[in-house]
């Protein structure tokens, strides 16, 4: 029993000893990974790198990140400041927030920073995007996509907008069954734009397959750029090249249309815009710059849509003061027809005849529910922020920001921590935009209230996305009402974009034409 009793002795201490040399070996190696990133620093710079951790070797903090989610931003900016260092995804990261911290990274555009997006997504979106150019040719670009969302070209949305919400919010009320309203807000989304921005004709079948093509490609334009079988890549520029092939005839139709006045869409504006500057646009160009306002318009607005319609639910009171504002402008009566009747816009939906009653002057007259708009994308804005590359090392909040390193904005921290509204900004508070909020005026020109970005890449379709979400508003208040299919509220999710969990699951009932919930209409 004795020898035996040593082997097993023997055996615990070399395991020891092979766990204390492992943890040894562990310390090292991240001290040595540490001191890597130490010894990055530019040192023609005198300041110092910004506070944080570079997490584990090779690591970084990637698996902390996936784990914890926008919590793990929330946690090191409380205990770094606006300002810190992490390393994510493979890269050194500076992660921004702040009014005038996020100003100077998006003002130096082209100058400090420019656009980061991974090889993959320049490979699936193309060349002839706002996306992948900087520079001249994306102050060019940028030029020509404004006439496609100028005030005259948004006048001419705004009915056939309110058109294609009223149909929807009436087949929600027609459900049997509970909505799924988040992807009920995708299908919608990819409508509203292959219609509007893209001119497109489509029936429901051909719809809804070419948006599973597109979802396609959204969903790998972040995958590794291997192109090989099977590979995320190669579904995405498989799908890609079906959405290119479908975009064809129609753009070959807007190549041939010459008279300004008679162009309804945003891609014909394209073209008109760049022949105007002297520029005859390629089909490939025109491809490309198709798919991109696809992107650009599908997912973030329905996200926008969906949190809208949950935080409505959420506070009645703001319910209650759209009514109001509805009724003070002579607006509180829906239009209501019978499902099944004919008109409408080809590829919208062809159930409603009733004319659209609201124009884009008159949106402008909703000022609260401008102002519940705007609250919803402070509150939740769709995207958490961007990516950029520094150019060259320059000074922020007292630290260097080194050049080749990634700086990502956080549009969410950012709306989180402004201390300049007039009530707190955990809160849902839509007065916090009113005139009579002198702080709320003064904020939107400080940065403190980004979710469509700043400077040289601001969203173009900014104002096109706020109308459609006052007239979404507006049919929802004036048409319906709705609850929760579900115990509770649901989660959400933030990452890449912000949406409930499940979906969100509501039942919609129509209102009758006379009534509202309070009872008779006046």
Same mark, same amino acid.
């Not at 911290?101 to 002839?128: D, F, K, M, Y």
């Not at 979802?215 to 799908?239: C, T």
């Given at each position: 029993?004795?020898?035996?009793?040593?082997?097993?002795?023997?055996?615990?201490?070399?395991?020891?000893?092979?766990?204390?040399?492992?943890?040894?070996?562990?310390?090292?190696?991240?001290?040595?990974?540490?001191?890597?990133?130490?010894?990055?620093?530019?040192?023609?710079?005198?300041?110092?790198?910004?506070?944080?951790?570079? #997490?584990?070797?090779?690591?970084?903090?990637?698996?902390?990140?996936?784990?914890?989610?926008?919590?793990?931003?929330? +946690?090191?900016?409380?205990?770094?400041?606006?300002?810190?260092?992490?390393?994510?995804? #493979?890269?050194?990261?500076?992660? =921004?927030?702040?009014?005038?911290?996020?100003?100077?990274?998006?003002?130096?555009?082209?100058?400090?920073?420019?656009?980061?997006?991974?090889?993959?997504?320049?490979?699936?979106?193309? +060349?002839?995007?706002?996306?992948?150019?900087?520079? %001249?040719?994306? *102050?060019?670009?940028?030029?020509?996509?404004?006439?496609?969302?100028? *005030?005259?070209?948004?006048?001419?949305?705004?009915?056939?907008?309110?058109?294609?919400?009223?149909? %929807?919010?009436?087949?929600?009320?027609?459900?049997?069954?509970?909505?799924?309203?988040?992807?009920?807000?995708?299908?919608?989304?990819?409508?509203?734009?292959?219609?509007?921005?893209?001119?497109?004709?489509?029936?429901?079948?051909?719809?809804?397959?070419?948006?599973?093509?597109?979802?396609?490609?959204?969903?790998?334009?972040?995958?590794?750029?291997?192109?090989?079988?099977?590979?995320?890549?190669?579904?995405?520029? *498989?799908?890609?090249?079906?959405?290119?092939?479908?975009?064809?005839?129609?753009?070959?139709?807007?190549?041939?249309?010459?008279?300004?006045?008679?162009?309804?869409?945003?891609?014909?504006?394209?073209?008109?815009?760049?022949?105007?500057?002297?520029?005859?646009?390629?089909?490939?160009?025109?491809?490309?710059?198709? =798919?991109?306002?696809?992107?650009?318009?599908?997912?973030?607005?329905?996200?926008?849509?969906?949190?809208?319609?949950?935080?409505?639910?959420?506070?009645?009171?703001?319910?209650?003061?759209?009514?109001? %504002?509805?009724?003070?402008?002579?607006?509180?009566?829906?239009?209501?027809?019978?499902?099944?009747?004919?008109?409408?816009?080809?590829?919208?939906?062809?159930?409603?005849?009733?004319?659209?009653?609201?124009?884009?002057?008159?949106?402008?007259?909703?000022?609260?529910?401008?102002?519940?708009?705007?609250?919803?994308?402070?509150?939740?804005?769709? =995207?958490?922020?961007?990516?950029?590359?520094?150019?060259?090392?320059?000074?922020?909040?007292?630290?260097?920001?080194?050049?080749?390193?990634?700086?990502?904005?956080?549009?969410?921290?950012?709306?989180?921590?402004?201390?300049?509204?007039? +009530?707190?900004?955990?809160?849902?508070?839509?007065?916090?935009?009113?005139?009579?909020?002198? %702080?709320?005026?003064?904020?939107?020109?400080?940065?403190?209230?980004?979710?469509?970005?700043?400077?040289?890449?601001?969203?173009?379709?900014?104002?096109?996305?706020?109308?459609?979400?006052?007239?979404?508003?507006?049919?929802?208040?004036?048409?319906?009402?709705?609850?929760?299919?579900?115990?509770?509220?649901?989660?959400?999710?933030?990452?890449?974009?912000?949406?409930?969990?499940?979906?969100?699951?509501?039942?919609?009932?129509?209102?009758?034409?006379?009534?509202?919930?309070?009872?008779?209409? +006046?």
């Amino acid at each position: 029993m004795f020898p035996w009793g040593l082997s097993c002795l023997s055996v615990l201490g070399a395991v020891g000893t092979a766990l204390l040399c492992a943890g040894l070996l562990l310390i090292l190696a991240q001290h040595l990974w540490t001191l890597r990133w130490m010894l990055s620093r530019d040192r023609a710079c005198a300041l110092p790198l910004p506070k944080g951790s570079m #997490g584990w070797p090779f690591l970084g903090e990637t698996l902390h990140w996936l784990v914890q989610g926008s919590r793990f931003h929330s +946690s090191r900016r409380e205990r770094y400041g606006m300002v810190f260092k992490t390393h994510l995804l #493979g890269k050194p990261v500076i992660r =921004v927030s702040g009014a005038e911290n996020v100003r100077t990274i998006l003002l130096g555009e082209h100058r400090l920073v420019c656009n980061q997006w991974p090889q993959s997504a320049h490979i699936l979106l193309g +060349s002839h995007t706002l996306l992948g150019s900087v520079g %001249e040719p994306h *102050r060019r670009r940028r030029k020509v996509l404004a006439h496609a969302f100028s *005030r005259s070209a948004l006048e001419r949305y705004v009915p056939r907008l309110q058109g294609a919400l009223r149909r %929807e919010v009436r087949s929600w009320c027609a459900a049997p069954g509970p909505i799924a309203v988040y992807q009920a807000a995708k299908m919608l989304t990819f409508r509203m734009a292959a219609s509007i921005l893209l001119g497109l004709r489509l029936d429901e079948a051909q719809c809804a397959e070419l948006a599973r093509t597109f979802e396609q490609l959204v969903e790998n334009l972040f995958s590794l750029p291997l192109d090989v079988p099977f590979s995320g890549l190669r579904k995405g520029i *498989r799908a890609r090249d079906q959405l290119h092939q479908h975009l064809e005839e129609a753009i070959a139709e807007k190549l041939r249309e010459g008279k300004a006045e008679e162009l309804g869409d945003a891609l014909a504006l394209i073209v008109h815009s760049a022949r105007e500057l002297g520029h005859e646009p390629s089909v490939q160009e025109l491809k490309e710059s198709a =798919v991109e306002l696809l992107f650009a318009a599908f997912f973030t607005t329905a996200s926008a849509s969906t949190s809208l319609v949950l935080l409505l639910l959420q506070h009645p009171a703001a319910l209650a003061k759209i009514r109001q %504002e509805l009724a003070a402008q002579g607006l509180e009566r829906a239009c209501h027809c019978e499902p099944g009747s004919a008109g409408g816009d080809a590829g919208l939906g062809s159930d409603c005849v009733c004319e659209p009653d609201l124009s884009l002057a008159a949106l402008g007259r909703l000022r609260y529910i401008d102002c519940v708009v705007k609250e919803v994308l402070r509150l939740l804005p769709p =995207v958490s922020g961007g990516y950029r590359t520094a150019l060259r090392t320059f000074e922020l909040d007292g630290y260097q920001i080194p050049k080749g390193w990634s700086v990502m904005y956080s549009i969410r921290d950012t709306h989180e921590t402004a201390a300049v509204y007039c +009530s707190p900004p955990e809160g849902f508070d839509p007065e916090r935009f009113s005139s009579a909020c002198d %702080e709320a005026r003064g904020a939107v020109g400080r940065f403190h209230y980004i979710p469509f970005g700043g400077g040289a890449r601001s969203c173009l379709g900014q104002e096109l996305a706020q109308a459609m979400l006052q007239l979404l508003a507006v049919e929802l208040v004036r048409t319906a009402r709705w609850e929760l299919a579900t115990p509770a509220f649901p989660a959400m999710q933030t990452v890449p974009i912000v949406h409930p969990v499940d979906g969100l699951q509501l039942f919609f009932h129509p209102l009758a034409p006379s009534t509202t919930p309070d009872g008779p209409r +006046s």
